[in-house]
């Protein structure tokens, strides 16, 4: 089967259980089940599924809903099938996994150490395998639009969030006092905020929980001292707040500055799947949402895709000046590959950027020159970060030569500078990365 296509293996396994099934023609089949983040549920999956089922030339699809529950449904050659979608938070995702009452677990963050050691009867659910990036999101910290304040630092949104800045005019705004909006236990976006803002404790003085993101939208609109975050793409009407982190200007966020996931609430998501398990619509799915039709409903949905761009960056005035030059004379691609935490194996979205890079620059117009730029982490040896920032950019290097066939790349190395977080725990993971540039 190794020429057919993804389309063509698709029918033919499903032709195969059909014939294997004739008395079942007449059911209705289940091809799998997305349990997770409301983030990716509410409208993303949806779209996603009923793309797939097109792409299969599935005939009468139809969608029907009932809150954050969703069933796509179709016709697929003689047999009647069904997706069901339950979108209630991406905790949920990762149990409804481990009690197999879901085939792809939704999450609007990374799956955290305990929930890996929890279904580790499976396999890795933080390896490649299972862990599928489909999507780039941010958090937009919304405020009310009559609210003059138009910049913070995730220093002070720590400091507000925790009560130790309770009105809007000890930041230069309105005496009034500050309503911080949270979203519920279970949700991914709130896991995101607290991880990036708190290092991953919870804040609980003063906080209302809202239901979800609909109710943010809701209550910054009407409420002059609220505060909340959205995901990008239900932002589109409230103020967005510029937000400062480390060294770096203070930005809001915008389709390029997040998909080169500089911007400090810049989010990934993801589906999970079991690696102990085949089946083959699951994984014709998850090849489908990863593939430039996938991607391109994706970005349809408000998101932001993980197709590659190239981007005009403004120089840093403090830059070393060859990326200086660099800045001025070539554009960035939106793609930056990072690391496994702890560890210097490239992560489950570098490996399948590293194909992306590869269609991008065959299918150039243009002869390119590619400039691999290595960071490091904040280190007090400059010389040691000098070195590791080399390290990363040459392997990603060896794996396009090796496995991509492009070799013909330059190496910059620029150590610990321009570091994106100066949080301790986050650092190792957003500082050591690579930027790919082309000129």
Same mark, same amino acid.
């Given at each position: 089967? $190794? ?25 209705? &089949? ?39 529950? %969703? ?31 879901? =085939? ?5 963050? &990374? ?5 890996? =050691?929890?279904?580790? !009867? ?33 220093? /002070?949104?720590? /400091?507000?969030?925790? $009560? ?72 589109? =009407?409230? &103020? ?151 390290? !990363? ?10 496995? %991509?066939?492009?070799? =013909? ?31």
């Amino acid at each position: 089967m $190794g020429g057919l296509s993804m389309r063509a293996m698709v029918a033919a396994l499903l032709c195969c259980q059909l014939l294997m099934t004739p008395a079942l023609a007449a059911d209705k &089949k289940t091809l799998f089940r997305l349990t997770g983040s409301n983030t990716i549920g509410a409208e993303l999956a949806p779209r996603l599924v009923k793309g797939y089922l097109h792409s299969l030339d599935a005939s009468d699809i139809q969608q029907r809903s009932e809150g954050e529950r %969703h069933w796509i449904t179709a016709n697929l050659g003689a047999r009647a099938v069904e997706v069901p979608i339950v979108a209630l938070g991406s905790s949920t995702g990762f149990k409804a996994l481990d009690g197999d009452s879901a =085939d792809i677990g939704m999450a609007s963050r &990374k799956i955290k150490q305990k929930e890996v =050691d929890m279904l580790t !009867r499976f396999g890795n659910l933080a390896g490649a395998e299972a862990e599928h990036v489909i999507g780039l999101d941010a958090l937009v910290i919304a405020i009310h639009p009559s609210n003059p304040v138009g910049q913070l630092t995730i220093a /002070q949104l720590r /400091q507000i969030y925790s $009560g130790e800045i309770s009105n809007w005019a000890e930041l230069g705004g309105a005496d009034l006092p500050i309503r911080p909006l949270h979203r519920d236990i279970e949700s991914g976006t709130r896991a995101t905020f607290d991880e990036e803002v708190f290092g991953g404790s919870r804040p609980t003085r003063g906080i209302y929980e809202v239901s979800g993101n609909a109710e943010t939208h809701q209550l910054v609109l009407r409420q002059p001292g609220a505060i909340g975050y959205l995901p990008f793409a239900d932002a589109g =009407d409230v &103020k967005k707040v510029a937000i400062k982190s480390a060294g770096l200007a203070a930005v809001v966020p915008d389709r390029g500055i997040i998909a080169t996931e500089d911007f400090p609430l810049t989010r990934r998501l993801y589906l999970y799947k079991n690696p102990s398990q085949f089946k083959p619509h699951v994984d014709s799915f998850l090849h489908f949402v990863e593939s430039p039709e996938g991607q391109k409903l994706v970005a349809e949905t408000g998101f932001i895709n993980l197709t590659p761009v190239a981007l005009k960056m403004s120089p840093y005035p403090n830059a070393p000046e060859a990326y200086r030059q660099l800045m001025e004379q070539g554009e960035r691609l939106s793609i930056s590959f990072r690391f496994a935490n702890g560890s210097s194996e490239l992560d489950s979205r570098a490996l399948k950027d590293l194909r992306r890079l590869e269609h991008y620059m065959d299918n150039a117009e243009r002869e390119l020159n590619l400039i691999l730029v290595g960071f490091s982490d904040q280190k007090s040896n400059s010389n040691i970060a000098d070195i590791i920032s080399r390290f !990363r950019a040459l392997k990603v290097q060896g794996a396009l030569l090796r496995e %991509h066939q492009l070799g =013909d790349s330059k190496i910059l190395a620029l150590g610990a500078f321009a570091p994106l977080t100066v949080d301790s725990e986050q650092a190792p993971i957003k500082n050591s990365r690579v930027e790919v540039w082309i000129n």
